[in-house]
C-alpha cells in the first residue's frame, strides 16, 4: 500500500535525530510534529520567532500573540525561546538547525528545490522563509506526493518551476518511496506498495538501489 | 532624545509625509500595529512604500491602508493569503508595485539599515528568480548575492509594554520584525498595551531599548 499523509508524516519523523533542532514548513509538514513525542527531544523552531514550540491551541488556550508560522494559535511548553525575526533567519542561514521538512512541486535529481511559484503569469509570487530554510538547515527534506495529480512526476531529472533553492534537498519522503538525492546518483531507499522496477519505469530519472 | 509619550494614535503618527516608506510590523496579526495604522489612514499620508512581512489580513489593518488606494509599492516575502483580497485585486489591477523578498533577506536588509552596514553577501535566492541582476560573489567556495539595506522613514511597530522613556517588551511571537524595524527607520512610533514608570521594566529583560523609539502610544486605556 502507499502511504497516506499521516503515515509520510510518521515516515519523516523517524529519520529525525533525537534532540534535533527542527523547523516544520507550512501545510503537510506539519503532519510530523504529531509524531515526535516528548521522547525525541526534538524541539521546533518556527520562523516567526520561537524554538521549542508547542503543539495547536485549543479553546482558553487560543493567544493572538503566540501562533506558528501559518499563523495557527499554539501553546508555550516550558523551554520556549521567543526572539526577533533577524535572529530566527539566523538560526537557518547559519547552520544551527538540524533538519527542516518542507512541501516541493517539484525535486530535482540534484537536490534541486522547487516549492514558492508555479510561474503561472496570474500568479502572485510569494515566497516567505522558504528560500531562507532551503539553503540553511543542515538537512532539508522534501515531504510530497510522488506525482502531481495529472500523473506526472514531482521527481524530476530538472525542475521545471521556478527554483526555491539550488542542491539543497538530501531526502524526497514520498507516498510511494523514500529517496536520498542530490549525491550523484537518486538512490530508493524504501518503496510503499510499488516496487523498484516499477518506479524506474514511471519516473524519468535513472535510478539506484540503495 | 528620549521618546515622546503620544495621548492619541492620531498625535502618533502626525508629519508622515507623502512618499514616505512606512515599516509596519506584524506577522499576520501578530504584532500587527491596527491603530497606529488606521491612524495613518486618517492622517491621509499617499504615495507611500510599505515594508511588511505580509500585504494585509481581511479588510482591516494593513488590508485598510492599501484599500485607499495610497499606497505606490509593496515589499513583503508572503502577499499571498487566503484572506489577502485587498492587495491581490490591487495587484491584479496594476495598481501596486510588488517586491517580493524572502523573509530572512527582508529581516536582514533591515537590519543593516539599522546598524550601518551599506550591504551584505547572502546565499539565500542564489540560483533562482529573486537574486536575477544581482551581483554574484564566490566566498569560500560558496554562492552570495549582494543584498543591500531596506531604510524605513517611519516604523510603525506593536510592542507589550513601554516605559517613559520609549524601553520595549514584547509579548510572545508578536515580537517578530518589532525589534528590527525599530532600529531601521528615521522615527519609530509604536503603539503598546501599557505604558508604566520609568524603572518598573527589568533592564536584563528590555528587548529595544529607547535610542530606537521616537513616539509611544497606549492603547485601550488613557496614559
Redesign the interface.
Known sequence: MSLSKVEMAARVARDIPRGAYVNLGIGQPTLVADHLGPASGVVLH?????LNMGRAAVGDEV??????AG?IPVI?PPGAA?????D???M??GGHLDVCVLGAFQVSAAGDLANW?TGAR???????????LA??AKSVFVMMTLFAKDGTPKLVPECTY?????GCVSRVYTDLAVFSVGGGTVDVLETFGTTYDELAARLEIPLAKA | MTATICGTADEAVEGISDGSTVLIGGFGMAGMPVHLIDALIEQGASDLTLVSNNAGNGDTGLAALLATGRVRKMICSFPRQPDSWVFDGLYRAGRIELEVVPQGNLAERMRAAGAGIGAFFCPTGVGTLLTEGKEIREIDGRAYALEYPIRGDVALIGAHCSDRMGNLVYRKTARNFGPVMATAATATIVQVSEVVETGALDPEAVVTPSIYVDRVVQIGGAV
Open positions: 518556527t520562523e516567526n520567532g520561537m493567544d493572538g500573540d503566540l501562533i506558528n499563523k508555550e521567543y526572539f526577533h525575526h533577524a530566527s533567519f539566523a537557518m542561514r511559484h496570474d500568479a502572485i509570487p510569494a515566497v516567505g522563509g522558504a528560500m531562507d539553503i540553511g521556478p527554483l526555491t533553492g539550488i
